[in-house]
């Protein structure tokens, strides 16, 4: 079981920015990636940037130059730093995390709430 708790989500100004925390816990050994997910309202939820066990990431086209993703391996957390922020990154993000041994699984955390709005 992993367990996994986000923090950072607010009301924000378009141009401003936002950092996302994402902690994990329990059976975090056999973690092969972590992923931001979103989700707007009346959208699909969609990946907005992933980043695996040995370090690669990769990112949406909508949020490449502006999104950050990192993780601190000590503290067992992972982040998104997000810059430049527009209206149209309002939405619920997810954090996720995928095991593939023994069986492939995905668990999610709560999700934290991102308003860009003025």
């Known amino acids: 079981q992993v367990q996994l708790v986000e923090s950072g989500g607010g009301l924000v100004q378009p141009g401003g920015s936002l950092r996302l925390s994402c902690v994990a816990s329990?059976?975090?050994?056999?973690?092969?990636?972590m992923r931001w997910y979103r989700q707007a309202p009346g959208k699909q939820r969609e990946l907005v940037a992933v980043?695996?066990?040995?370090?690669?990431?990769n990112y949406a086209d909508s949020v490449k130059g502006r999104f950050t993703i990192s993780r601190d391996n000590a503290k067992n957390t992972m982040y998104l730093q997000m810059d430049s922020l527009k209206p149209e990154d309002t939405a619920v993000y997810y954090c996720n995390a995928l095991l593939v041994t023994p069986l492939r699984r995905d668990y999610w955390g709560q999700g934290t709430q991102v308003t860009v709005s003025s």
């Open positions: 329990g059976n975090i050994f056999n973690i092969y990636a």
């Open positions: 980043i695996f066990s040995g370090g690669n990431s």
